[in-house]
């Protein structure tokens, strides 16, 4: 047998054409171009002088790359501190729902208890209000704790409010899931309800968590109401999205390119996140969508 | 010691009693199945030994101890799920350490008693693996070392074999019996697989809508069935069973089944006149062309199917309008719509009260 008879195709079978996947991979570029637009628009303004932003024709890139303007970020105000406040604010809330939501999940899958499912439905019913309708009693409620103008309505709210509902439902989806031999096992085996929670249905979790964590620091990273209400006025206890509505000159206009180099570092949080947990988060969601 | 008893045991869920009034002690070291179709209570009783359920009334005993308000981990028992239930984020060696390690094992011990499980269950070069890299056979088989590791004083067994396909549902099955052999332990085990009950048991304990009907060996369920249900469930194919109504006199009372008279002898002499049921197993229904007719009834019948089974042929019958199964020799000469001179091996003719369905010695 020749060298060519051994590498050519059969006679008689089909060679598979690239022109589908090329054309395919076509028509996901171009869809791509209204979500990528935006965000390249906003780096490459943060690099431009005040008046390039403007430039007609636009340009979509800066005739030269001004790393000045990140100092200005960081010179206009404390951007820096309001930074570190975000992510300080982001962690617990995520450290705080992961616990809230998985032992409350838990409860509603797997303890049977009387009502059950009417308080599920009550507790789910907390989506339904927007929180502009609660930003006012909420204000009344903190400033009563005392708790005006400190961080802790910003961690302690989300965490049993409706940011920690979404999270709660679904664990709960996640942890129907687990087929009940397996805490049957593990009671045989000699752990309790909380040691099963533990060492069994934790550690399953992980996907579940993960989402959970992702949706809970996008959130809390994107907040923007409550900060308002609750830190106003006080630049060193800001968070970056108020922190984002202060580059504004003397008449109150934005100062577009400074305000988008400030975005543009606001971003790369969220980037880092979805970078190390984008496999868990995908899996998350379709989990808890099978399981609905 | 540890014999099991379940004394007067009830269980309701709801206005469904799942166990009603279960009474029967297992034997140390015995291998006891449990049997019957779905929904018939076998593994609720299980799961109350185990302490997963609580029964509604009644006492469950391990040993001497009454074991009614202990929890799983403290009745010294060890049980195989049927989906396993190995635990999917630890290692097969973790699964059988697991138990052991929350008992405060020391860890030299856990580490002996695993090395020792996995060389009985052949699982040395697995211990490493998570349970979804293991084929459904070698699952079984952790599941199964996780409980021996334990080494418990009652092995509990929920339908083990059930996900197996049926040549490894074989080979496990005699593997099963192996490991009871050598750790010599009380077992109890669920199936709903009559096949499974008469090859694995020493003996057998057959339930029906919650409530025992009959345990004995297996040779008792087959050759004395207490009663219609029994009779029916095992063996396979099922046992024939034919209406009749006892005629003649005192010692010649025989059951009109309406094709044939079938004598009954002695036994059935205060029934004349009343309606019962016969049964036959198809083992006993015999070629007449092959055998002789002594002892035997001889019945001419219509063949309607023929199934080869290579060691045998099954044949369904038909004799004025009923039909009933025959297992004959593989070389036997005949054909659907031929006509077959057969005989009902009078020895061997159950009969059944039809009104209370109990049988009749």
Same mark, same amino acid.
């Given at each position: 047998?020749?060298?060519?008879?051994?590498?050519?195709?059969?006679?008689?079978?089909? /060679?598979?054409?690239?022109?589908?996947?090329?054309?395919?991979?076509?028509?996901?570029?171009?869809?791509?171009?209204?979500?990528?637009?935006?965000?390249?628009?906003?780096?490459?303004?943060?690099?431009?002088?005040?008046?390039?932003?403007?430039?007609?024709?636009?340009?979509?890139?800066?005739?030269?790359?001004?790393?000045?303007?990140?100092?200005?970020?960081?010179?206009?105000?404390?951007?820096?501190?309001?930074?570190?406040?975000?992510?300080?604010?982001?962690?617990?809330?995520?450290?705080?729902?992961? /616990?809230?939501?998985?032992?409350?999940?838990?409860?509603?899958?797997?303890?049977?208890?009387?009502?059950?499912?009417?308080?599920?439905?009550?507790?789910?019913?907390?989506?339904?209000?927007?929180?502009?309708?609660?930003?006012?009693?909420?204000?009344?409620?903190?400033?009563?704790?005392?708790?005006?103008?400190?961080?802790?309505?910003?961690?302690?709210?989300?965490?049993?409010?409706?940011?920690?509902?979404?999270?709660?439902?679904?664990?709960?989806?996640?942890?129907?899931?687990?087929?009940?031999?397996?805490?049957?096992?593990?009671?045989?085996?000699?752990?309790?309800?909380?040691?099963?929670?533990?060492?069994?249905?934790?550690?399953?979790?992980?996907?579940?968590?993960?989402?959970?964590?992702?949706?809970?620091?996008?959130?809390?990273?994107?907040?923007?109401?409550?900060?308002?209400?609750?830190?106003?006025?006080?630049?060193?206890?800001?968070?970056?999205?108020?922190?984002?509505?202060?580059?504004?000159?003397?008449?109150?206009?934005?100062?577009?390119?400074?305000?988008?180099?400030?975005?543009?570092?606001?971003?790369?949080?969220?980037?880092?996140?979805?970078?190390?947990?984008?496999?868990?988060?995908?899996?998350?969601?379709?989990?808890?969508?099978?399981?609905? | 010691?540890?014999?099991?008893?379940?004394?007067?045991?009830?269980?309701?869920?709801?206005?469904?009693?799942?166990?009603?009034?279960?009474?029967?002690?297992?034997?140390?070291?015995?291998?006891?199945?449990?049997?019957?179709?779905?929904?018939?209570?076998?593994?609720?009783?299980?799961?109350?030994?185990?302490?997963?359920?609580?029964?509604?009334?009644?006492?469950?005993?391990?040993?001497?101890?009454?074991?009614?308000?202990?929890?799983?981990?403290?009745?010294?028992?060890?049980?195989?799920?049927?989906?396993?239930?190995?635990?999917?984020?630890?290692?097969?060696?973790?699964?059988?350490?697991?138990?052991?390690?929350?008992?405060?094992? &020391?860890?030299?011990?856990?580490?002996?008693?695993?090395?020792?499980?996995?060389?009985?269950?052949?699982?040395?070069?697995?211990?490493?693996?998570?349970?979804?890299?293991?084929?459904?056979?070698?699952?079984?088989?952790?599941?199964?070392?996780?409980?021996?590791?334990?080494?418990?004083?009652?092995?509990?067994?929920?339908?083990?074999?059930?996900?197996?396909?049926?040549?490894?549902?074989? !080979?496990?099955?005699?593997?099963?019996?192996?490991?009871?052999?050598?750790?010599?332990?009380?077992?109890?085990?669920?199936?709903?697989?009559?096949?499974?009950?008469?090859?694995?048991?020493?003996?057998?304990?057959?339930?029906?809508?919650?409530?025992?009907?009959?345990?004995?060996? &297996?040779?008792?369920?087959?050759?004395?069935?207490?009663?219609?249900?029994?009779?029916?469930?095992?063996?396979?194919?099922?046992?024939?069973?034919?209406?009749?109504?006892?005629?003649?006199? &005192?010692?010649?009372?025989?059951?009109?089944?309406?094709?044939?008279?079938?004598?009954?002898?002695?036994?059935?002499?205060?029934?004349?006149?009343?309606?019962?049921?016969?049964?036959?197993?198809?083992?006993?229904?015999?070629?007449?062309?092959?055998?002789?007719?002594?002892?035997?009834?001889?019945?001419?019948?219509?063949?309607?199917?023929?199934?080869?089974?290579?060691?045998?042929? !099954?044949?369904?019958?038909?004799?004025?309008?009923?039909?009933?199964?025959?297992?004959?020799?593989?070389?036997? !000469?005949? !054909?659907?719509?031929?006509?077959?001179?057969?005989?009902?091996?009078?020895?061997?003719?159950?009969?059944?009260?039809?009104?209370?369905?109990?049988?009749?010695?």
């Amino acid at each position: 047998m020749s060298a060519e008879s051994v590498v050519s195709p059969l006679p008689g079978r089909r /060679v598979r054409s690239r022109w589908p996947a090329i054309g395919l991979t076509g028509v996901l570029i171009v869809l791509a171009i209204p979500l990528i637009f935006p965000l390249w628009w906003m780096i490459s303004a943060g690099f431009m002088g005040a008046h390039e932003v403007f430039a007609y024709p636009p340009r979509f890139a800066p005739e030269t790359w001004r790393l000045d303007n990140i100092d200005e970020v960081f010179a206009r105000q404390p951007f820096g501190r309001q930074f570190v406040n975000s992510v300080y604010i982001a962690a617990l809330n995520v450290g705080g729902t992961i /616990v809230v939501s998985s032992l409350a999940g838990y409860a509603f899958a797997r303890i049977p208890f009387p009502g059950r499912t009417v308080v599920f439905v009550l507790f789910l019913s907390a989506l339904l209000m927007p929180l502009e309708v609660l930003i006012i009693p909420l204000y009344i409620l903190m400033k009563e704790l005392g708790w005006l103008g400190t961080h802790v309505p910003l961690i302690v709210e989300p965490i049993f409010g409706a940011p920690a509902v979404v999270a709660t439902f679904v664990m709960r989806q996640h942890f129907l899931s687990l087929p009940i031999e397996l805490e049957d096992a593990a009671r045989i085996d000699g752990l309790g309800r909380l040691g099963i929670f533990r060492h069994i249905a934790l550690p399953l979790a992980k996907p579940a968590l993960a989402t959970i964590a992702i949706l809970t620091f996008l959130a809390s990273w994107n907040s923007f109401l409550e900060p308002l209400v609750f830190v106003a006025g006080v630049p060193e206890l800001m968070t970056v999205p108020i922190g984002l509505t202060q580059y504004v000159e003397v008449y109150g206009e934005p100062i577009w390119n400074i305000q988008m180099a400030a975005s543009s570092l606001s971003v790369v949080p969220i980037l880092v996140v979805f970078v190390f947990a984008q496999r868990h988060f995908v899996r998350g969601i379709s989990r808890a969508g099978i399981q609905g | 010691m540890a014999t099991v008893t379940f004394d007067h045991v009830f269980k309701r869920f709801g206005d469904v009693v799942a166990v009603n009034d279960l009474s029967l002690q297992v034997r140390d070291g015995e291998f006891l199945v449990l049997v019957g179709p779905s929904g018939c209570g076998k593994t609720t009783a299980l799961r109350m030994l185990a302490g997963l359920e609580e029964q509604t009334s009644g006492d469950i005993l391990i040993g001497d101890r009454k074991v009614n308000d202990v929890a799983p981990k403290d009745r010294d028992i060890a049980m195989v799920f049927q989906n396993y239930a190995l635990y999917p984020h630890m290692s097969v060696y973790d699964n059988i350490a697991f138990g052991l390690k929350l008992r405060g094992t &020391p860890k030299a011990e856990i580490e002996r008693r695993v090395k020792d499980v996995a060389g009985i269950l052949g699982l040395g070069e697995l211990l490493h693996r998570k349970p979804k890299e293991l084929s459904g056979g070698q699952r079984q088989r952790v599941a199964v070392g996780r409980a021996i590791a334990r080494e418990p004083a009652v092995f509990l067994m929920d339908e083990p074999l059930s996900n197996l396909d049926a040549k490894l549902r074989i !080979q496990t099955r005699a593997e099963l019996g192996k490991i009871h052999q050598r750790v010599g332990k009380t077992t109890i085990y669920v199936t709903h697989d009559q096949v499974e009950a008469m090859t694995m048991g020493d003996r057998i304990a057959v339930m029906k809508d919650g409530v025992l009907q009959q345990i004995g060996t &297996p040779q008792d369920l087959h050759d004395r069935p207490v009663n219609l249900f029994v009779a029916g469930f095992i063996g396979s194919p099922s046992m024939n069973f034919f209406s009749a109504r006892v005629t003649g006199a &005192p010692g010649e009372a025989a059951g009109d089944t309406g094709f044939a008279k079938v004598p009954l002898g002695h036994r059935a002499d205060p029934l004349v006149g009343r309606d019962v049921v016969l049964g036959l197993r198809p083992e006993d229904i015999h070629d007449l062309s092959r055998q002789p007719q002594d002892g035997r009834l001889p019945v001419e019948t219509k063949v309607e199917v023929v199934e080869y089974l290579g060691n045998e042929l !099954q044949l369904y019958l038909a004799a004025d309008g009923q039909t009933f199964v025959a297992r004959v020799a593989a070389d036997t !000469q005949t !054909q659907p719509g031929a006509a077959l001179r057969v005989g009902f091996d009078l020895r061997k003719v159950q009969l059944f009260d039809k009104a209370t369905e109990e049988a009749i010695r």
